[in-house]
Nanobody, 116 residues
Framework: QVQLVESGGGLVQPGGSLRLACAASGFTVILYAMSWYRQAPGKERELVARITSGGGSTNYADSVKGRFTISRDNAKNTVSLEMNSLRPEDTAVYYC?????????WGKGTLVTVSS
């Protein structure tokens, strides 16, 4: 069955970097658009970055453009999110997502805390 497992979250100081990974099983990531969302305390879940199937075009939320990079490793069947110049407002639980055959699948999330 489809499974998404996020890793790489943690506590980082403002200006620091983290790399999140999403390990996918039950499907092949290159065949589907893959996304990272985040949800901060008291806020709605929001789209952070997306990579399309095949050629892998990317798009980002305005708040992370130029700081975050989404990528895909087809050999490992994973999707990553490189996050640089982190800010306190990036603090959130980050979720990996795939829309496959009309169904949304989510991982359990990984917590990123940006604080001094």
């Amino acid at each position: 069955q489809v499974q998404l497992v996020e890793s790489g979250g943690g506590l980082v100081q403002p200006g620091g970097s983290l790399r999140l990974a999403c390990a996918a099983s039950g499907f092949t990531v290159i065949l589907y658009a893959m996304s990272w969302y985040r949800q901060a305390p008291g806020k709605e879940r929001e789209l952070v970055a997306r990579i399309t199937s095949g050629g892998g075009s990317t798009n980002y939320a305005d708040s992370v453009k130029g700081r975050f990079t989404i990528s895909r490793d087809n050999a490992k069947n994973t999707v990553s999110l490189e996050m640089n110049s982190l800010r306190p407002e990036d603090t959130a639980v980050y979720y990996c997502n795939v829309l496959r055959m009309g169904m949304d699948y989510w991982g359990k999330g990984t917590l990123v805390t940006v604080s001094s």
